[in-house]
């Protein structure tokens, strides 16, 4: 693969999102806004259910503990969904793409709008599950205002993670895989609904690998009052992976659409 | 200048030779047909023409340009009307349109509803592709293809499927397009639609070009009243799969 196939143009990039724009705009009430619930639902069974019982954690009240949590997957979800099926769909089973990539829009141009489109969903998600925390009083920083940001950039890795699985399987059976191996278990053990600073070392040295227990760490301390470094340094993580990952869907794509 | 211009074309799948050397010139201002049976590459060479493809061996450039090259440039200089009806079925009839102008980078201006018009659509423009008939789907294939203006349109079996009616009704459009001075690319194993509309025509089978002229010279040189006369002639009457 040369360079002028991986480097993508910005604007034909901005041209496939504002089209996926366009669809969302006019479907989110149907199809899309019972997604807003599920971690609102969390929210209210663990954080006011459970957090009843358990007041504090390491000194901050349980509700807000996981409401913080909950923001990062809220981003998790909605960027996995919308790089996996939604893409799956585009690419097989009406062949969007093939009528996409016989304008002036190529392959990589192609992935990068659909991670920022998948981030931008993210953010819509996460930002709208940011102001219910709020209004539950559950945030205490004014550093909170820069969440959006970083559940973009969330939203960007799990983008770019589900679009490089998506790139790579044949079938849609593989997603129980994804889902039930890597997206559940990223959504119990990642330090949302507990911290994982009593656990083992090795509970630590698996949960850094993850992006998840990332986004939760930044999230967490933009809401109750960040370390700046560590927020970057997390966010740094997710810059890096999203970035190296960028070559795969590239080329798997390519080899798939462009044979 | 000829619109394409392949010398010794070559595309493998794995084992498969789909396009096995071939060579041709396809001049500007024609409809060029390729006629073949099922698997005899014609697909194939319509995608490496418009970049769906990539070109495993040989030249092949397509309005002056290395189609290896200059992708880009190219796919914003011709259109495309695919053998699958891949429309966005999440959009309108009229956002269909408004969508290609924008992959081109093009503003929606009042080409779509002219198109919306050359194609007997506008009644449509609201509907959803889902709600279209055949023919209508066709159609609003051959309007997104001429969104950007193109100087050659490749068209991949574009009446297939169709009724006499809608038939007619794209040969038609294709009629206007060339007294405009659009080179047209047409795939097809129709041999009355090669005859009706293809000033030039090839013959493939097996990967390779075994014959080409006018319809009216292959028809004197293989001594054939039709053109389905000459093709069984050259590829045989015994079926294949």
Same mark, same amino acid.
């Given at each position: 693969?040369?360079?002028?196939?991986?480097?993508?143009?910005? /604007?034909?990039?901005?041209?496939?999102?504002?089209?996926?724009?366009?669809?969302?705009?006019?479907?989110?009430?149907?199809?899309?806004?019972?997604?807003?619930?599920?971690?609102?639902?969390?929210?209210?069974?663990?954080?006011?259910?459970?957090?009843?019982?358990?007041?504090?954690?390491?000194?901050?009240?349980?509700?807000?503990?996981?409401?913080?949590?909950?923001?990062?997957?809220?981003?998790?979800?909605?960027?996995?969904?919308?790089?996996?099926?939604?893409?799956?769909?585009?690419?097989?089973?009406?062949?969007?793409?093939?009528?996409?990539?016989?304008?002036?829009?190529?392959?990589?141009?192609?992935?990068?709008?659909?991670?920022?489109?998948?981030?931008?969903?993210?953010?819509?998600?996460?930002?709208?599950?940011?102001?219910?925390?709020?209004?539950?009083?559950?945030?205490?920083?004014?550093?909170?205002?820069?969440?959006?940001?970083?559940?973009?950039?969330?939203?960007?890795?799990?983008?770019?993670?589900?679009?490089?699985?998506?790139?790579?399987?044949?079938?849609?059976?593989?997603?129980?895989?994804?889902?039930?191996?890597?997206?559940?278990?990223?959504?119990?053990?990642?330090?949302?609904?507990? /911290?994982?600073?009593?656990?083992?070392?090795?509970?630590?040295?698996?949960?850094?690998?993850?992006?998840?227990?990332?986004?939760?760490?930044?999230?967490?301390?933009?809401?109750?009052? /960040?370390?700046?470094?560590?927020?970057?340094?997390?966010?740094?993580?997710?810059?890096?992976?999203?970035?190296?990952?960028?070559?795969?869907?590239?080329?798997?794509?390519?080899?798939?659409?462009?044979? | 200048?000829?619109?394409?211009?392949?010398?010794?074309?070559?595309?493998?799948?794995?084992?498969?030779?789909?396009?096995?050397?071939?060579? +041709?010139?396809?001049?500007?201002?024609?409809? +060029?047909?390729? #006629?073949?049976?099922?698997?005899?590459?014609?697909?194939?060479?319509?995608? &490496?023409?418009?970049?769906?493809?990539?070109?495993?061996?040989?030249?092949?450039? =397509?309005?002056?340009?290395?189609?290896?090259?200059?992708?880009?440039?190219?796919?914003?200089?011709?259109?495309? =009307?695919?053998?699958?009806?891949?429309?966005?079925?999440?959009?309108?009839?009229?956002?269909?349109?408004? =969508?290609?102008?924008?992959?081109?980078?093009?503003?929606?201006?009042?080409?779509?509803?002219?198109?919306?018009? +050359?194609?007997?659509?506008?009644?449509?423009?609201?509907?959803?592709?889902?709600?279209?008939?055949?023919? &209508?789907?066709?159609? #609003?294939?051959?309007?997104?293809?001429?969104?950007?203006?193109?100087?050659?349109?490749?068209?991949?079996?574009?009446?297939?499927?169709?009724?006499?009616?809608?038939?007619?009704?794209?040969?038609?459009?294709?009629?206007?397009?060339?007294?405009?001075?659009?080179?047209?690319?047409?795939?097809?194993?129709?041999?009355?639609?090669?005859?009706?509309?293809?000033?030039?025509?090839?013959?493939?089978?097996?990967?390779?070009?075994?014959?080409?002229?006018?319809?009216?010279?292959?028809?004197?040189?293989?001594?054939?009243?039709?053109?389905?006369? =000459? +093709?069984?002639?050259?590829?045989?009457?015994?079926?294949?799969?």
């Amino acid at each position: 693969m040369t360079s002028a196939e991986l480097v993508p143009s910005v /604007p034909a990039a901005s041209r496939v999102w504002r089209r996926n724009l366009r669809v969302f705009s006019k479907v989110w009430k149907g199809a899309l806004l019972p997604q807003f619930f599920d971690p609102l639902f969390y929210l209210l069974a663990l954080g006011f259910g459970l957090g009843t019982y358990l007041a504090t954690i390491n000194g901050i009240p349980y509700k807000q503990f996981v409401g913080a949590g909950l923001m990062s997957s809220a981003v998790m979800w909605a960027a996995s969904f919308e790089t996996t099926w939604n893409i799956f769909f585009k690419m097989e089973e009406t062949r969007l793409y093939d009528s996409v990539l016989a304008t002036p829009v190529e392959v990589q141009d192609l992935v990068l709008a659909e991670v920022a489109w998948a981030a931008t969903r993210a953010v819509i998600y996460g930002t709208t599950f940011t102001l219910i925390v709020a209004i539950f009083g559950l945030v205490d920083s004014p550093w909170a205002v820069l969440t959006p940001l970083f559940l973009a950039l969330g939203g960007a890795c799990f983008g770019m993670l589900g679009l490089t699985f998506t790139s790579l399987i044949r079938t849609m059976d593989w997603y129980s895989f994804y889902y039930t191996l890597f997206i559940t278990p990223l959504f119990l053990f990642s330090g949302i609904f507990y /911290p994982l600073d009593r656990l083992p070392d090795w509970v630590h040295v698996v949960a850094w690998f993850t992006p998840l227990y990332h986004l939760v760490e930044i999230t967490r301390g933009l809401v109750l009052g /960040p370390d700046a470094l560590s927020v970057l340094g997390n966010a740094l993580w997710l810059v890096v992976v999203t970035s190296v990952l960028f070559v795969i869907p590239v080329s798997a794509l390519r080899r798939r659409l462009v044979a | 200048m000829s619109a394409v211009s392949a010398h010794g074309l070559v595309k493998r799948y794995g084992e498969i030779l789909a396009v096995d050397g071939i060579d +041709f010139e396809v001049p500007a201002g024609v409809c +060029f047909g390729f #006629l073949g049976p099922n698997g005899a590459g014609k697909t194939t060479t319509m995608k &490496m023409i418009y970049g769906l493809a990539e070109v495993d061996a040989g030249e092949l450039s =397509v309005l002056g340009l290395d189609v290896r090259r200059k992708r880009r440039e190219v796919k914003a200089r011709i259109g495309v =009307v695919p053998q699958e009806q891949n429309l966005d079925r999440e959009l309108t009839v009229r956002e269909n349109l408004y =969508v290609q102008a924008l992959y081109h980078g093009l503003p929606a201006d009042g080409r779509i509803d002219e198109l919306l018009d +050359f194609t007997l659509l506008a009644g449509r423009a609201d509907g959803k592709p889902a709600e279209l008939s055949g023919g &209508m789907k066709r159609r #609003l294939l051959i309007a997104r293809a001429l969104v950007n203006r193109p100087e050659l349109v490749v068209l991949d079996e574009p009446t297939t499927g169709l009724d006499p009616q809608a038939r007619l009704a794209v040969w038609g459009l294709l009629d206007r397009l060339r007294s405009e001075g659009v080179t047209l690319l047409v795939t097809t194993h129709y041999m009355e639609e090669a005859e009706r509309i293809c000033d030039r025509l090839v013959i493939m089978d097996e990967g390779r070009i075994v014959t080409e002229g006018a319809p009216r010279d292959l028809l004197e040189r293989f001594g054939e009243p039709n053109l389905e006369g =000459v +093709f069984l002639r050259i590829t045989g009457h015994g079926l294949r799969e």
